[in-house]
Each structure stands twice: as structure tokens, then as C-alpha cells.
């Protein structure tokens, strides 16, 4: 049972550069999200998605886009990297009725 | 994310030590969450807490619900160096059970 798995694990970018991050979760769960994570501002929400063909902003979804086409796969898209979008991001999914979440071990993004 | 606060942000115990970290929330909490994060990987969930005045404990971790003042603390007792990591607290403060808010985390190391 794999539970939330992120792609890639690291990836440095140039500034300008984009990239795509996925998210992929096997437990059927409706609900998926995208948090960073930067020293001393704890994690924020980015975008998140109620189901299939769904997606909400969150706190910071300033530079980012997400889809949500199939439901057990959430991406996060950056079309033009800054380097403030370096962070640590976290996918996340649950079901409904609770917010109990599963995460992902975490994506490591550097923009240079 | 100032709507939770986490104290202390760290703290150092040595082995065999009990510690007791707070959350305190500035506005209504539909749902109370506790995670434990490793460094450098993802967050594991610990407990839900949902009604005011509700305890719950897994192994030697205590989690208790406050809801007057809208505040929960985890306390562990007897720390090993296994206790180590990020605790953070979550809270569902939208009343949509869609999306949790998290405090910034209080990093704990236990000296053995």
C-alpha cells in the first residue's frame, strides 16, 4: 500500500524555468492538497481539491496552478519559477467526512 | 500561520524527561490535529481531537482538547531519543471539514 506518492524527490530549477510536481494517491480519497513548507512559517496551503475536476486556492496559490483530472492524481504546476518558491512541498490527501491526512514524503524544490 | 500558535517552537529534554507542548488557536476549532514530522520527510498523523474536554493517548503521547480556550497540549511522557522531530498541530477552523491550518511546529530533541 504506497499511499501519497510525490514526483520528483529533489529538483533544482532556473528562475523562469517550469515544471510540473505529481501527486499520486492509491486509498480512493476525495479530498488532495498541496502545502510548502519554509522555516518559520510552518505549512501553507497552496491549492487544494474537493474531487475529481475540482480545485480551490488556498492561503499562497500565487504562481502556482493545479489539475485534477483523474482522482487519484493531483498536480501542482509552476509556469514560471521564482526563486521564493523555494521550498519543501508536501501533497496530502484524505477522505471525506474528517480531515485526517496522509502525506507524502515531500518534494524538495530549488529555484536558482 | 498565526491563526495557530505553537509554544515553545523548540525544546530540549534529556531522556526520561516529560515535555508538554501547546497549541492555542484564534479562532474556533471544528477539529484539533496533532503530527509528528522527521526530519527531512513527511508528517505522520498522531491523534484527532474534536470534542472539548476529549483525551487520547498513543503510547507514551497524550493529547488533550480545550475547547473554552480553545487550546490543546501534548504532553509526553518519559521522552526517548525516538520521540525527536517536528510536532505540529493542525486545526480545521473552516467548519468545512476540506482543510486543516497548521502551526508552525515545535522542534524537539531529546539529549540521550
Known amino acids: 500500500n504506497a499511499g501519497v506518492t510525490q514526483t520528483p524527490k529533489f529538483r533544482v530549477l532556473k528562475t523562469g524555468q517550469s515544471m510540473t510536481l505529481l501527486c499520486a494517491q492509491d486509498?480512493?480519497?476525495?479530498?488532495m492538497y498541496w502545502y510548502r513548507q519554509d522555516p518559520g512559517m510552518g505549512l501553507r496551503l497552496i491549492h487544494y481539491s474537493v474531487g475529481e475536476g475540482t480545485t480551490a486556492k488556498g492561503e499562497v496559490p500565487d504562481g502556482y496552478n493545479v489539475s485534477r483530472l483523474k482522482k487519484q492524481n493531483f498536480l501542482l504546476g509552476l509556469e514560471s519559477a521564482a526563486p521564493s518558491q523555494t521550498s519543501v512541498y508536501f501533497c496530502?490527501?484524505?477522505?471525506?467526512?474528517?480531515?485526517?491526512?496522509?502525506f507524502g514524503s515531500g518534494t524538495r524544490l530549488t529555484v536558482v | 500561520s498565526q491563526e495557530l500558535e505553537q509554544s515553545p517552537q523548540s525544546l530540549i529534554v534529556q531522556e526520561g524527561k516529560n515535555l508538554t507542548i501547546n497549541c492555542t488557536s484564534s479562532k474556533t476549532l471544528y477539529g484539533l490535529y496533532w503530527y509528528k514530522q522527521k526530519y527531512g520527510e513527511g508528517l505522520i498523523f498522531l491523534m484527532m481531537l474534536q470534542k472539548g474536554g476529549e483525551e487520547k493517548s498513543h503510547e507514551k503521547i497524550t493529547a488533550k482538547l480545550d475547547e473554552k480556550k480553545q487550546q490543546s497540549s501534548l504532553h509526553i511522557t518519559a521522552s526517548q531519543p525516538s520521540h525527536a522531530g517536528i510536532y505540529l498541530c493542525?486545526?480545521?477552523?473552516?467548519?468545512?471539514?476540506?482543510?486543516?491550518?497548521f502551526g508552525i511546529g515545535t522542534k524537539l530533541q531529546v539529549i540521550p
Open positions: 493542525g486545526a480545521d477552523i473552516s467548519g468545512g471539514y476540506q482543510k486543516v491550518t
Open positions: 496530502a490527501s484524505s477522505g471525506t467526512g474528517g480531515v485526517t491526512y496522509t
Open positions: 486509498m480512493n480519497h476525495e479530498y
